[in-house]
T-cell receptor, first 117, second 113 residues
Framework: AQKITQTQPGMFVQEKEAVTLDCTYD???????LFWYKQPSSGEMIFLIY??????QNATEGRYSLNFQKARKSANLVISASQLGDSAMYFC??????????????FGKGNQVVVIP | EADIYQTPRYLVIGTGKKITLECSQT?????MYWYQQDPGMELHLIHY???????EKGDLSSESTVSRIRTEHFPLTLESARPSHTSQYLC????????????FGNGTRLTVT
């Protein structure tokens, strides 16, 4: 069964605007972690931000913030002040199980973002 | 800054050939992973390792095999390549803590003709 769901179609966003990328997840574990990665057309995977299931505050990392709604099992990524270099695929991923167990990640299908000037 | 290297970057090879995709990291990470990704699709875990002489199969069944004889080296081998193996293969490593992100290499784009 799909553990990470990213269903938004490709998105066009105006430069300097904010964009929200949706991610919902499915797990019965109490301890888990959520990651967002960026994949430009060149293919490398770039880590953006992490949210632990027990973290009380939403994670922020520069222009990236994570809107974590635990009860709804959603972990949406917000990119503020979009730049042309933000054009990429964005993947949400989840680690299930204890914090000091495995680091295996399950990935969603990704959201395509194109920033237009 | 993560230092993880994959070679070759691109590989076109004929059916039936044996190939090895190389992956090395210089960070001393115990944990390493291989993911497979078709164009525009999600990543699927095919192998992982928690340390030297430790390897496990991932969630996606794969005909490839891996070895981990040294901490820094995690090669992936296909004994007999087939067109269905055409894909991108991404190697990653991480520290042991569960909040530690995976650091990825640039990937190997494999085409089997």
């Amino acid at each position: 069964a799909q553990k990470i769901t990213q269903t938004q179609p490709g998105m066009f966003v105006q430069e300097k605007e904010a964009v929200t990328l949706d991610c919902t997840y499915d797990t019965s574990d109490q301890s888990y972690g959520l990651f967002w990665y960026k994949q430009p057309s060149s293919g490398e995977m770039i880590f953006l931000i992490y949210q632990g299931s027990y973290d009380e505050q939403n994670a922020t990392e520069g222009r990236y913030s994570l809107n974590f709604q635990k009860a709804r099992k959603s972990a949406n990524l917000v990119i503020s002040a979009s730049q042309l270099g933000d054009s990429a695929m964005y993947f949400c991923a989840m680690r299930e199980g204890p914090l000091y167990g495995n680091n295996r990640l399950a990935f969603g299908k990704g959201n395509q973002v194109v920033v237009i000037p | 800054e993560a230092d993880i290297y994959q070679t070759p970057r691109y590989l076109v090879i004929g059916t039936g050939k044996k190939i090895t995709l190389e992956c090395s990291q210089t960070m001393g990470h115990d944990k390493m992973y291989w993911y497979q990704q078709d164009p525009g699709m999600e990543l699927h875990l095919i192998h992982y390792s928690y340390g030297v002489n430790s390897t496990e199969k991932g969630d996606l069944s794969s005909e490839s095999t891996v070895s981990r004889i040294r901490t820094e080296h995690f090669p992936l081998t296909l004994e007999s390549a087939r067109p269905s193996h055409t894909s991108q293969y991404l190697c990653a490593s991480s520290e042991s803590g569960g909040s530690s992100p995976l650091h990825f290499g640039n990937g190997t784009r494999l085409t089997v003709t």
